[in-house]
């Protein structure tokens, strides 16, 4: 029987846009993205997920390693975990966004969505590549109460207490990344004594350039 992977996305991300490339970390695993709308009702409680708990492997992007870290209480035993730019506090000194900034942008969901977006986009613009265009076509079109809703958990949350089992996790973080600065995703070594960590010299804020 094939392994099974679950992929939880970042904010407003849909992580199937580049399925073809993530699907080569195990080309021979039965590969399930969780679409962000899926994701965002259960913030608090991201075992809800169906299909989470029976997963051989999750991978959590941004916001989906987040809800990860806050629910390890419920995480099986010998359940791997890859987290992509995770982080202890969204709202980190070393990060571009204040709890401040980020309440006005989840109130910004439902007057100016497509000002509120760019304004997360443009921490992307100096990364080459079509992803950031390909993310902003995708994160138009999705519900915007449940977009401020992502935003309002960033804004309340963080990691205060140490995840003692933390055998089994792979931290992968990009030099480059402007949106989830590596000082913020290092925090975590406090609360990740066991996990493994490893920084992409190349990559931004992008899983296909953290995974390979």
């Not at 094939?2 to 991300?13: F, G, M, T, V």
């Not at 265009?133 to 963080?158: H, Q, V």
């Amino acid at each position: 029987m094939s392994e099974k992977w679950i992929w939880l996305p970042d904010w407003a991300s849909d992580l199937s846009l580049w399925e073809d490339d993530l699907t080569d970390a195990d080309a021979s695993a039965k590969h399930s993205f969780v679409p962000y709308e899926k994701m965002a009702p259960h913030l608090d409680d991201v075992y809800a997920i169906d299909g989470l708990s029976k997963a051989n492997t999750v991978v959590g992007w941004g916001l989906g390693a987040f809800a990860l870290l806050l629910g390890a209480s419920k995480r099986p035993q010998n359940q791997k975990w890859i987290l992509l730019s995770p982080f202890a506090n969204f709202c980190d000194e070393d990060g571009p966004w204040n709890s401040e900034n980020l309440l006005f942008k989840a109130r910004e969901m439902h007057t100016s969505l497509d000002v509120g977006l760019k304004a997360f986009k443009e921490q992307f613009d100096d990364e080459f590549s079509d992803w950031p265009e390909e993310w902003l076509d995708a994160a138009r079109k999705m519900d915007a109460t449940l977009l401020a809703d992502g935003l309002k958990f960033l804004a309340a949350k963080k990691i205060e207490n140490v995840i003692e089992d933390s055998d089994n996790i792979q931290v992968l973080f990009g030099r480059m990344d402007q949106d989830v600065t590596p000082a913020m995703t290092l925090r975590l070594k406090e609360f990740l004594p066991k996990a493994s960590f490893k920084e992409r010299p190349k990559s931004g804020h992008w899983p296909p350039m953290m995974l390979f």
